[in-house]
């Protein structure tokens, strides 16, 4: 007796819609296209307007300091801080480091105890194991299955010598929202600094830090339809007002927290994609999440063995991140290699570890080797959304086929009853 | 990462794909790596008992594009090739033959013990003495 499979080839024979060129790109939390309003902005402060903005004596100078500050208004009123309150920075990287490095120096003497998260991206993990190296103590609260962190662990955590919480407000991975409020108001109680990594989260939700109780925010240009190499970092000023010990010296520049000639045309351009997101963000994320959920529904009503990465009730609206079990997920983005997506499988990387955010929720490695992040941005339109449906279904069914878990599962066998050899 | 033109073409068109019967005396069944390594392949070979030539061989494979194209290609080399012709395919003519990048090497070297072992299972079944080699990957 033999079984075989009939498959003529894993190819799949999906073809693009006409009005949908490829590739397609769906990977927005990694970076986001410019919109064409903020390069138009951008443009005479590259070619006319080229002044230094700390140029005092000219009317070069005057016009670039003008448009940093037209900036500095447009960024604070979508977080709803104060101009002052804006530092500008080289991207969310800097503002992460300046944040934790500037603070946990500042108030040394008041205590070194810093806590985080583990689903924190590495610019907040490395910056802490730096830290860490320097004689601060870090804790790293775990998440839940649902990517969210417990208060009550939190509240756990804080001691006498606790001076700063660092909890980012989305992740970049499974797009969960932290509950920052409710973070923000417990540090406010026990008098303890909260800064978070909004990178993800301003200009797709809602983040306002007055209500949100937040004294530190990073936050960065090309997440948001604005340029690479331009961010920012809100330091508050009153109740409480923070301070941060500069980590780059020089000119005295933004209130001497950060020197360095400011990059006039990114400023330019982040300000701009902050007035864009002000004005669109409400419909925006009510179309993206139109979008997402058509995604998702057609994948889960199509393949078996499909499962969320993640809370979908505390999520930011254009993120869906799935694992399709039995599949291993490079193998699927080389199927749909007209598509621009993200693994949590890291088959490519030297340790053969998948995602660390994944394995945070208590996914086994296999299902998250399987893992697929789709980024939804402000430029995929629905046909792009069905596209991108059929050819994963299609690539999703053709892997399986080739599959021995799925075949192994189909005929009732217990993968974890396997004595796997691993290698 | 760029593929192969290769690698690609296995991927795309993967060659003997499916299922032996793993309860008959001919066939050898080999079941190598981990799920949580991201990389399983299943190769299964079926042996002519009067020649002990692989005369049938078919793969299933869950992992990367790399290892779905190592193992098609074990496949087709070992079909026609006595067992002891089989063991002498080494993972290094693998890794040339499709052009694996350094990162990819685990998936010719998963290959190799996959041959071995569906061998090594074929060689326990009909009470063939073993090599060290094959029984040192049969688990």
Sequence with gaps: MRMETKMSTVTSHVEAPAGVSLPIYMDNHATSPLDPRVLEAMMPYFTTKFGNAASRNHSFGWEAEQAVETAREQIAKLIGATAKEIIFTSGATESNNLALKGIAEMYRERGNHIITQVTEHKAILDTCKRLEKNGYRVTYLPVKADGLIDLEDLERAMDDKTILVSIMAANNEIGVLQPIREIGKLCHQKGVIFHTDAVQAVGKVAVNVIADNIDVLSLSGHKIYGPKGVGALYVRRRNPRVQIAAQIDGGGHERGMRSGTLNVPGIVGLGKACEIAFEEMDNEAAYLRGLRDRLKNKLESELDYVHVNGSMEHRLPGNLNMSFVYVEGESLLMGINDVAVSSGSACTSATLEPSYVLKALGLGDDVAHSSIRFGLGRFNTQAEVDYVAAKVIDIVKHLRQLSPLYEMVLEGIDLTKIQWAAH | ?139
């Design chain 2, 1 to 139: 990462m760029a593929y192969s033109d290769k690698v690609i073409d296995h991927y795309n068109n993967p060659r003997n794909v499916g299922q032996l019967d793993k309860s008959s005396t001919e066939v050898g069944t080999g079941l190598v790596g981990a799920p949580e390594c991201g990389d399983v392949m299943r190769l299964q070979i079926r042996v002519n008992p009067e020649t002990q030539v692989i005369e049938e061989a078919k793969f299933k494979t869950f992992g990367c594009g790399s290892a779905i194209a190592s193992s098609s290609l074990a496949t087709e080399w070992i079909k026609g090739r006595t067992v002891d012709d089989a063991l002498a395919i080494k993972n290094t003519d693998i890794v040339k033959e499709l052009s694996l990048p350094p990162v990819k090497i685990h998936c010719s070297v998963l290959a190799e013990d996959a041959i071995r072992a569906a061998i090594g299972d074929w060689k326990k079944k009909n009470s063939v003495a073993e090599t060290a080699d094959a029984a040192a990957v049969a688990h």
